[in-house]
């Protein structure tokens, strides 16, 4: 097995960077891992962990970073949902360019699942498996679902807000307003306005209806940031982890999905 840095560009010119992970025999099959919102896919413990396992069953895989993120350069401020679609298709490009046209399966984190909705019906061609890991599918709900918890926090913090209770508390026209909110800042960046006028209508938890069986969907029992009730779709193959939080990689919950993903894009 051997690693390799590749560097390619996106849409915006800007240099994208992942990591090749790399077989000792000429490979067959291939893997693209897509992160979640802020987070940074070529050292993330679960993805940089399977690459070696797929490796190891003769896959290669490239793990990117998307723009803004990690090792690739470009603003995070401008991140969209289409814009990382844009950047999944030319990752997968890259695993074409290199060993050529291989099917390829998709491991997908919390948000990154929703870029590979988007872009589905451009890469079913050439997809085989997918790994679903806390799909954040359903933008529609959750956008709002996180206004909810972030306003009440401000405006009376004794209120708990749960998923089964945020309803009651959305005002409609304020969380509008909120999307066009400028200068905000998430967790370590700023972000535009657009990446929220673009996703808080979206609910992608049917866009793979049509493959169902090629989709292995792993989900946390206590997930608060991707509530496994937000899904509006019930997949035939997944695991839920009891106890289990949104990242899953804690040992104790790694246990129990880890293995059983490898075999299941492995098979």
């Known amino acids: 097995m051997r690693t390799k840095l590749v560097e390619f560009k996106n849409q915006e010119d800007e240099t994208l960077r992942g990591i090749l992970t790399v077989p000792d025999a000429s490979p067959k099959q291939g893997a693209v891992f897509l992160q979640g919102f802020e987070r ?18 003769g896959m290669v895989s490239f793990r990117f970073d998307a723009s803004g993120c990690g090792l690739s350069d470009g603003d995070f401020s401008k991140t969209t949902l289409k814009n990382r679609g844009q950047e999944l298709l030319m990752a997968a490009a890259v695993l ?35 790994v679903l890991i806390a799909p954040a599918l359903n933008q529609k709900d959750l956008m709002r679902f996180y206004f909810v918890r972030d306003s009440m926090k401000r405006k009376n913090p004794d209120v708990e807000i749960r998923w089964n209770n945020y309803k009651q508390y959305l005002n409609e026209k304020e969380f509008l307003a909120d999307c066009e909110r400028v200068g905000r800042m998430v967790r370590e960046n700023y972000i535009e306005p657009g990446y929220f006028l673009e996703a808080k209508d979206f609910d992608f938890s049917n866009s793979f209806d049509s493959v169902k069986e090629k989709i292995l969907h792993i989900h946390g029992e ?46």
């Open 222 to 267: 206590n997930d608060i940031l991707v509530p496994l009730a937000s899904l509006n779709v019930e997949f035939p193959n997944r695991i839920i982890v009891l106890g289990g939080d949104h990242n899953l990689e804690r040992p104790d919950f790694w246990d129990k999905w880890f293995f059983a993903a490898v075999d299941f894009l492995t098979k």
């Open 96 to 130: 074409h360019n290199e060993f050529g046209d291989i099917k390829i399966d998709f491991i997908a984190h919390s948000l990154g699942t929703c870029p590979l909705a988007l872009v589905f019906n451009k890469i079913r061609p050439m997809a085989n498996r997918m």
């Open 40 to 57: 940074n896919a070529t050292v993330e413990k679960k993805f940089r962990l399977m690459a070696d396992a797929l490796a190891g069953r």
